[in-house]
T-cell receptor, first 113, second 110 residues
Framework: DAGVIQSPRHEVTEMGQEVTLRCKPI?????LFWYRQTMMRGLELLIY????????DSGMPEDRFSAKMPNASFSTLKIQPSEPRDSAVYFC???????????FGPGTRLLVL | QKEVEQNSGPLSVPEGAIASLNCTYS??????FFWYRQYSGKSPELIMF????GDKEDGRFTAQLNKASQYVSLLIRDSQPSDSATYLC??????????FGKGTKLSVKP
């Protein structure tokens, strides 16, 4: 079975540009999570969805960040405009109904110059 | 603010020894606890989960939970160089989310 799929795997962009990260959760999983990981702050939860509905976006750093989940098989995380401090690894994870075990995608390494 | 605390390490143990990783959490109502392993440059992968007080064993790994003291630990027996990684402790939140610690870096020396 395919795991969580993320794209792109690497992204290098210039400050001020829009960045869109994509995630396809494991089929049948009803919860999806977006994380950001840096050396300084560790793994931070940005937002998560249950059945395509955003449940908690308190981890989203500011209005420059937005996330959508238009259907059960696709989610996006958008940063507009991007800033150098957004450079990090962004992970998407999914979990099945009634279980808290999360399965992580390979991550997107973002570098904003 | 619910918190999960781990010693950042690095924790260095010789090959064949027992590695002991510890984690404390702030929310006394937490019911589920997870250990993830993350190799450098890779994504976290689940090793074990535990819900009840006591020990849970899976191969060389043993998770220990003490809810009264609000700590959970992971023991790795017969440590191998391939166990060298960062180990993340996670605690279940109230809405199906997980709260992660910052991880402990383990180094197993041949």
């Amino acid at each position: 079975d395919a795991g969580v799929i993320q794209s792109p795997r690497h992204e290098v962009t210039e400050m001020g540009q829009e960045v869109t990260l994509r995630c396809k959760p494991i089929s049948g999983h009803n919860s999806l999570f977006w994380y950001r990981q840096t050396m300084m702050r560790g793994l931070e939860l940005l937002i998560y969805f249950n059945n395509n509905v955003p449940i908690d976006d308190s981890g989203m750093p500011e209005d420059r960040f937005s996330a959508k989940m238009p259907n059960a098989s696709f989610s996006t995380l958008k940063i507009q405009p991007s800033e150098p401090r957004d450079s990090a690894v962004y992970f998407c994870a999914s979990s099945p109904a009634s279980l808290e075990t999360q399965y992580f995608g390979p991550g997107t390494r973002l570098l904003v110059l | 603010q619910k918190e999960v605390e781990q010693n950042s390490g690095p924790l260095s143990v010789p090959e064949g020894a027992i590695a002991s990783l510890n984690c404390t959490y702030s929310d006394r109502g937490s019911q589920s606890f997870f250990w993830y392993r993350q190799y450098s440059g890779k994504s976290p992968e689940l090793i074990m989960f535990i819900y009840s007080n006591g020990d849970k064993e899976d191969g060389r790994f043993t998770a220990q939970l003490n809810k009264a003291s609000q700590y959970v630990s992971l023991l790795i027996r017969d440590s191998q160089p391939s166990d060298s990684a960062t180990y993340l402790c996670a605690v279940g939140g109230s809405q199906g989310n997980l709260i992660f610690g910052k991880g402990t870096k383990l180094s197993v020396k041949p």
